[in-house]
């Protein structure tokens, strides 16, 4: 046998991350699911590698096609990862609140970026998620996995990170908060967890000025975060609460984090650590309570910790150099 074959490929390498214990003094255990340990450096490689298969499964794509996707970069950095190495064209759209580090991220990988205006809807034409959706239809062979109505996106979840958080937590979990935005990850954890237990309480941590959770939306700078679409992804059976949050305090745990605990992760993972530290006040020390820090902070330098604290209150434009829509980036 080769000693090649005693070893796993990249994309065998998604999932399976580690549950660890964080020490901030609380009654009840309080563990972190470490999704910024997947290759592509996120919670997304799970549904974006699940969609692509499936979509390959299906003909839906094609050998030599072209992937176009709406992403804030997560759900982009992980499409544009799988498709160079399963050898696709890749084209990412992304609103101009997305950090820069994101955006160089998805060039590295020699995806062709287009940033659009941080709308306060997805009615917008000139929204990300509108644009991807004319790119997919004027390129030939062209798929978008459109994670927001892609029912495999939850069920990725409900297939892997729901089963490690039971079998990590051996079936003791009572509570799991995590930040919700397509809504793959609590819809499809959420059902596999409910399924083992019906009383596991699941909690979403939203943006506060989404569509969900605001009666007037408005552009927010939270990444990863913001239920500005509701679908067949939102498994509203699989919830227990939705909670919304502000960009500054988002903003001020995830510096927080780093700063004073030595964690270094992204936004939606401050979010839901302010949320988290909050809700677990009133439970008790047999409650076992799973957060979901979904990346790294090292994807958020300038945007969160190169900046002075009140940096996120201003606008996305502020914030970062916006390219014009129509300017394409890293040409295949």
């Known amino acids: 046998m080769s000693i090649g074959n005693n070893y796993k490929t990249i994309l065998q390498m998604i999932g399976n991350t580690p549950l660890v214990r964080l020490e901030f003094g609380t009654?009840?255990?309080?563990?972190?699911?470490?999704?910024?340990?997947?290759?592509?450096?996120?919670?997304?490689?799970?549904?974006?590698?699940?969609?692509?298969?499936?979509?390959?499964?299906?003909?839906k794509l094609k050998p030599g096609g072209t992937i176009v996707e709406a992403s804030s970069g997560n759900q982009g950095i992980s499409l544009a990862m799988i498709g160079k190495i399963k050898g696709y064209r890749v084209i990412i759209t992304a609103p101009d609140r997305t950090a820069q580090e994101k955006i160089a991220i998805l060039r590295a990988y020699g995806a062709e970026v287009y940033v659009c205006p941080n709308t306060d809807t997805h009615d917008d034409p000139r929204n990300y998620h509108t644009f991807a959706e004319h790119l997919t239809r004027s390129i030939p062979g062209a798929y978008m996995p459109n994670q927001y109505f892609n029912?495999?996106?939850?069920?990725?979840?409900?297939?892997?990170?729901?089963?490690?958080?039971?079998?990590?937590?051996?079936?003791?979990?009572?509570?799991?908060?995590?930040?919700?935005?397509?809504?793959?990850?609590?819809?499809?954890?959420g059902r596999y967890l409910k399924e083992q237990n019906p009383n596991v309480k699941v909690i979403g941590v939203?943006?506060?000025?989404?569509?969900?959770?605001?009666?007037?939306?408005?552009?927010?700078?939270?990444?990863?975060?913001?239920?500005?679409?509701?679908?067949?992804?939102?498994?509203?059976?699989?919830?227990?609460?939705?909670?919304?949050?502000?960009?500054e305090d988002a903003f001020t745990?995830?510096?927080?984090?780093?700063?004073?605990?030595?964690?270094?992760?992204?936004?939606?993972?401050?979010?839901?650590?302010?949320?988290?530290?909050?809700?677990?006040?009133n439970l008790s020390e047999s409650d076992v309570v799973v957060v979901?820090?979904?990346?790294?902070?090292?994807?958020?330098?300038?945007?969160?910790?190169?900046?002075?604290?009140?940096?996120?209150?201003?606008?996305?434009?502020?914030?970062?150099?916006?390219?014009?829509?129509?300017?394409?980036h890293s040409p295949r």
Not at 28 to 54: F, H, Q, W
Not at 174 to 180: D, E, M, R, S
Not at 258 to 265: L, Q
Not at 316 to 327: C, H, K, L
């Open 27 to 59: 009654k009840p255990t309080l563990l972190a699911k470490l999704e910024l340990l997947n290759p592509g450096g996120s919670v997304k490689d799970r549904c974006a590698l699940y969609m692509v298969e499936e979509a390959e499964r299906t003909g």
């Open 151 to 189: 029912k495999v996106n939850p069920e990725a979840h409900y297939k892997t990170t729901g089963p490690e958080i039971w079998q990590q937590t051996e079936g003791k979990i009572t509570h799991f908060i995590t930040g919700t935005g397509s809504c793959g990850t609590i819809s499809g954890t």
């Open 206 to 247: 939203d943006a506060a000025t989404s569509m969900y959770s605001s009666k007037e939306p408005k552009a927010y700078n939270v990444e990863g975060l913001g239920i500005d679409v509701i679908s067949d992804t939102f498994d509203k059976n699989a919830i227990d609460h939705v909670i919304p949050i502000t960009d």
């Open 253 to 281: 745990m995830t510096r927080k984090l780093a700063r004073d605990h030595g964690i270094m992760v992204g936004i939606s993972s401050g979010a839901v650590m302010h949320v988290a530290l909050e809700y677990v006040k």
């Open 292 to 328: 979901m820090f979904a990346d790294s902070g090292r994807n958020y330098l300038s945007k969160v910790f190169m900046t002075t604290p009140s940096a996120e209150s201003r606008t996305p434009s502020q914030q970062t150099e916006t390219v014009t829509v129509g300017a394409v």
